[in-house]
């Protein structure tokens, strides 16, 4: 990952590609975007099923393409371009035509392993990317990040807490850093017991007390896959080894990241837990451009706290660090089934408590069949994804 990003010609608005233009980080974007009129354009807008949102979207962002995933979704967003000189696709090509459309900055904010094939796309064309889709680097770090030097491409960390990492290396060899630490607000069962967090409602699950997110995040981050998806995706951003990579819970969520040097020093950014802070960095990199969040207030807030995560509570975190030091293809397995379980979660399929046993059970028996090598190819890695959502999918049967 390079801390750089491709100029603009002197005054030129930022061209801007955003997948995942609908959801909760879609949002956040056009938020900044709109309150910095002039300074970006937006050039193509892509969606996954619903078609009257991103027709609004693509109307609201004047943008000059949209594409959708889903085709049930298609006739909805001609519908709502119709008497718009806005050109309309729909299907993987045309979500991959978006992530390649000419552009400065690609946003990728897509939930899910399903956004890597766009976001490999944009990787092909030599984009910068402001990686939000975490999923991408945990199901096929190792040949992503290869395929960003072969191409040239410039991965940017949309995650809040490598977003603060990033901004604290500032350009810093991460070899000199001797601990990185991400941060877990701990989510809605922080201080629940076993017992309670086990039978957890969907609707107590997506209460986050401090981010307001898509529903897949805020599963994960009830129970805190999220953080350990995020210590694989910070092995592979700042290409840290395992063993260098800590977390701790921080409920105020106020403190992002921390990077610790050998002579004691320690580096960590901090932000009021709004993604537009993030994103606004992302997308005016190497520029700043106000993000309609203030800085955090100290004397108003007077605490910050800081605990251990209780991985007997917390078991996703446990099989998410142990898959990270495992390394070949555990955490392509862990992600695809975890994916599936939380669909499970959501449809009201499972308990919450049965969420760390399906990726458990999937990652064992795929060890015990020797279907985790390590995956040298985007297709390897999917391959693997597809064998562990079918075991997962299995034991939700
Ligand atoms: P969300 O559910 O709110 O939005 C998801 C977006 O992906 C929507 O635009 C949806 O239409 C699109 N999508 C869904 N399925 C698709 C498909 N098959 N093809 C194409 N598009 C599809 O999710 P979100 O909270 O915005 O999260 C997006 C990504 O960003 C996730 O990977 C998440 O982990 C990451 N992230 C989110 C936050 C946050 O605060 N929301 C913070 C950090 C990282
Ligand atoms: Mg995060």
Same mark, same amino acid.
């Given at each position: 990952m390079k801390n750089s990003s491709r100029a603009t010609s002197a005054g030129a608005p930022k061209r801007l590609v955003l997948l995942g233009a609908t959801g909760s980080i879609g949002k956040s974007c056009a938020r900044v975007i709109l309150d910095n009129p002039g300074r970006f354009c937006v050039e193509a807008v892509v969606g996954?099923?619903?078609?009257? *949102?991103? *027709?609004?979207?693509a109307i609201e962002l004047g943008a000059k393409f949209a594409a959708i995933a889903d085709a049930s979704g298609y006739a909805d967003l001609k519908a709502g371009l119709a008497g718009h000189r806005i050109e309309v696709a729909c299907g993987p090509q045309a979500l +991959?035509?978006?992530?390649?459309?000419? *552009?400065?900055?690609?946003? !990728?904010? @897509?939930?899910?392993?399903?956004?890597?094939g766009p976001t490999y796309a944009a990787i092909e064309a030599g984009r910068v990317i402001a990686l939000a889709n975490k999923e991408t680097l945990v199901c096929a770090g190792a040949p992503v990040t290869r395929a960003v030097k072969r191409h040239g491409a410039t991965l940017l960390p949309l995650d !809040?807490?490598?977003?603060? @990492?990033?901004?604290?290396?500032?350009?810093?060899?991460?070899? +000199?850093v001797v601990c990185m630490t991400i941060t877990a607000s701990g989510g809605p069962f922080r201080e629940w017991s076993a017992q309670r967090i086990a039978k957890a409602t969907r609707a107590e699950a997506l209460a986050h007390p401090k981010w307001s997110m898509g529903p897949k995040i805020s599963v994960d981050s009830a129970s805190l896959m999220n953080k350990g998806l995020e210590l694989i995706e910070a092995h592979h951003l700042f290409a840290i080894p395992a063993e260098k990579l800590a977390v701790v819970v921080h409920p105020q969520s106020i403190v992002h990241g921390l990077i610790?040097?050998?002579?004691? !020093?320690?580096l960590a950014g901090l932000a009021n837990p709004d993604m537009r802070t993030a994103v606004a960095h992302c997308l005016a990199h190497p520029d700043r451009v106000a993000s309609g969040v203030a800085a955090p207030d100290l004397i108003a807030l007077s605490k910050l706290t800081f605990e251990a995560a209780d991985l007997d509570r917390f078991p996703a975190l446990r099989i998410a660090r142990e898959a990270l030091a495992e390394g070949k293809g555990a955490p392509t397995a862990l992600n695809a089934a975890n994916e599936i379980a939380v669909a499970g979660f959501l449809d009201g399929r499972i308990a919450f408590g049965a969420l760390p046993q399906v990726v458990e059970r999937t990652l064992d028996a795929m060890r015990g069949a020797?279907? @985790?090598?390590?995956? +040298? !190819?985007?297709?390897a890695a999917l391959a693997i994804h597809h064998a562990a959502r079918d075991r997962a999918a299995a034991l939700l049967a």
């Open positions: 996954g099923r619903d078609g009257a *949102a991103l *027709a609004r979207c +991959e035509a978006a992530a390649r459309w000419p *552009a400065d900055l690609v946003v !990728s904010a @897509i939930v899910g392993a399903v956004g890597l !809040s807490e490598h977003n603060a @990492i990033f901004q604290a290396l500032g350009g810093r060899d991460p070899s +000199e610790a040097f050998a002579d004691g !020093s320690t020797g279907e @985790i090598d390590m995956p +040298e !190819s985007i297709e």
